[in-house]
């Protein structure tokens, strides 16, 4: 799951009916949770906030702490803990106990659990379900190293001899996920290929040496394990370790362990102190504090980056896109904690002041920054911040510049040889299995003709067709009872060749190429009527173009301030993005400049016009 990097599309704080359908997912879930161990996990005064990646997922967590849960598809119906939840409290998961450290390797290294790796005890396999979240332990240790779902069920398990995969690893200990929480990152971590683990603090910072002993021992437990797997189906890492091997994996899991206690009390430590030092911050100051620091942000906004062109301006892009970037570092602003406790009304103070004006469009029931004042008192006197403007215009130009390289299209219309033409590919000795452009299928053709010597002796312009390219020219495209033509112009017979080869087409875009078979589709665009008289936009035929339709909906609904939505077309393979509103020729200029699409694989319908 957190395997490759994948970038957060989007981050935002959850609303309070968000909040409580979050927790109440989670106690349906993990019953055993109580309420008590979900609130110490996500306290109820604290901001929750949701990462939303391109994959699909989403995770959950304490807005400046840690990931807490992760939701695979999105949808809210397979949430995960992640591994510092389960640290926090690791009984809220049933579990699996692995047989020993050359197993718990693999675990952390991504791959999926298999029965023969698990410790079975006496009393038989629990019982379970497939699709229930389980957890992985290691022996002697009661955190976790890794989270994911049953591929089967207990009786099937037994039914199959307790073989095949037990688990599908979802998150583990030290995957991308767990990295890309700031101060628990670990560059060295290749050497997890040269050391037997036997828990969770099998990431020991010192990497072993390769001592002739290590690689002695190592390859008995490899020799040992496969005879193991032969002769009784199975894997027992701890009976394949010989004496000096096991001492010696003994003294690295005691300094390992070590290292995994320090990571556990780290992790709590650190989430108490950012979580101290949040309420520090928020507590020290006060509604006028609040107040003045949302004036100055403002002036500093009006002076910097809000433009007379961009009016009239969504309140809500004012407040996110302009005032925040302005506040001075280390301070949160909410606008909750002011005197004013709304946006609108904060905006409708500062209307009566006379330094902007603002109105409420009646429409989207939002406050609409109009004008603003630059001759009022408070904006002339008001001074910004020198900012290091050029370096950060300088970023955003080398940022959209690889930007528009990841997005820059480059379409090739490719041929192949068919059973029609295959006689003349064979001919001029011409691979059958190749991909060609069309000025280099025209070419063989012209080779086969200058070695039979076609050209007409008294017209040069013209070629004399004889039974072999006649036939991979005209063979079943001449209607029975016509005759077939003897000769043929050479203006015409590139192009008479190329429609009797096998159309495909390239389509490359950054570092990413495929070809298919056919012409090449075009993206459809159309807005028609809803009930109520509302419009809507559909943009269909998008991977054509190797474009992810939901990261498109995404830049869209910023774009155009709307709702967009991804849907399945019904009855066809792919998916279609859905944007409220007509804003046809705007999405089509969008695909045209942002993703370079030739006008004429655009096609543009639009069913409201009379």
């Known amino acids: 799951m957190f395997k490759k990097a994948v970038e957060a599309k989007a981050q935002q704080r959850l609303s309070g009916a968000d909040r409580k359908k979050l927790k109440r997912t989670i106690r349906d879930r993990f019953p055993r949770a109580s309420d008590a161990d979900i609130d110490a996990l996500l306290p109820p005064k604290a901001e929750i906030t949701v990462s939303k990646f391109q994959n699909r997922v989403h995770v959950y967590g304490v807005e400046g702490g840690f990931p807490l849960f992760f ?3 999105g949808r809210g119906s397979e949430i995960y803990p992640t591994v510092f939840a389960l640290w926090e409290l690791p009984e809220m998961l049933p579990y699996f106990m692995l047989k020993g450290g050359e197993v718990s390797r693999f675990v952390i290294g991504g791959a999926d659990l298999m029965f023969p790796g698990i410790s079975v005890a006496a009393e038989g396999l629990p019982s379970f379900s497939a699709g229930e979240p389980w957890a992985v332990k290691v022996p002697g240790n009661p955190a976790p190293i890794a989270v994911g779902s049953t591929t089967m069920s207990s009786a099937e398990a037994l039914k199959a001899g307790l073989r095949g995969k037990a688990l599908r690893i979802m998150h583990y200990y030290r995957d991308l ?3 890309s929480v700031e101060g628990h990152y670990v560059p060295n971590s290749g050497f997890l290929e040269d050391v037997v683990l036997e828990d969770p603090s099998f990431l020991a910072s010192n990497q072993p040496s390769d001592s002739s002993e290590g690689a002695t021992c190592e390859s008995d437990v490899q020799q040992s394990c496969v005879n193991n797997e032969n002769t009784e189906g199975s894997i027992d890492v701890n009976g394949a370790i010989s004496d000096a091997c096991a001492a010696s994996m003994q003294n690295d899991s005691e300094n390992a362990a070590k290292e995994i206690t320090t990571d556990a009390s780290d992790l709590k430590s650190t ?3 950012d979580a101290a030092k949040l309420d520090i911050e928020l507590s020290s100051l006060s509604i006028e504090d609040v107040d003045s620091h949302l004036d100055r942000c403002l002036l500093q906004a009006l002076h910097t980056t809000v433009k007379d062109k961009d009016l009239p301006m969504p309140g809500s892009t004012l407040w996110s896109n302009h005032v925040l970037p302005c506040r001075p570092s280390g301070i949160t602003l909410d606008i909750k904690k002011s005197s004013h406790k709304k ?5 409708q103070a500062k209307t009566s002041t006379g330094l902007i004006t603002v109105k409420e469009d009646k429409y989207k029931k939002e406050a609409m920054l109009i004008s603003v004042n630059r001759g009022h008192p408070e904006y002339l006197q008001f001074k910004p911040e020198k900012r290091p403007v050029e370096k950060v215009v300088q970023a955003g130009d080398s940022a959209a ?12 219309e490719v041929y192949k040889s068919s059973v029609h033409v295959n006689p003349i590919f064979a001919s001029v000795g011409a691979d059958t299995g190749k991909l060609y452009s069309a000025s280099e299928a025209t070419d063989i053709v012209f080779k086969y003709i200058e070695k039979e010597n076609l050209v007409k002796q008294t017209n040069k312009a013209t070629v004399v067709l004889d039974a072999t390219l006649c036939d991979a020219l005209f063979k079943g495209a001449i209607k029975k009872g016509s005759t077939y033509p003897t000769e043929i112009h050479k203006k015409d017979l590139g192009a008479t060749f190329i429609n009797r080869m096998q159309a495909h087409h390239m389509v490359t875009r950054g570092g990413e190429s495929v070809v298919r078979k056919g012409v090449l589709k075009t993206v459809q665009i159309m807005t028609e009527r809803r009930q109520g008289n509302k419009k809507v936009t559909k943009v269909s035929g998008l ?6 339709p939901e990261a498109l909906a995404s830049e869209l609904q910023k774009k155009f301030a709307c709702s967009t939505t991804v849907a399945e077309l019904p009855g066809k393979k792919g998916l279609e993005v859905l944007i409220q509103g007509g804003v046809i020729d705007d999405v089509a200029r969008h695909l045209l400049e942002q993703y370079g699409i030739p006008k004429r694989y655009i096609e543009v319908l639009d069913k409201t016009r009379k």
């Open 177 to 179: 996920l767990w990295q």
């Open 343 to 347: 946006l609108s009304k904060w905006l």
């Open 543 to 548: 991977e054509t173009f190797l474009i992810d």
């Open 271 to 273: 989430a108490n102190v």
């Open 71 to 73: 939701n695979v598809d």
């Open 401 to 412: 510049s690889e930007s528009r390289s990841q997005k820059a299209l480059e379409v090739v």
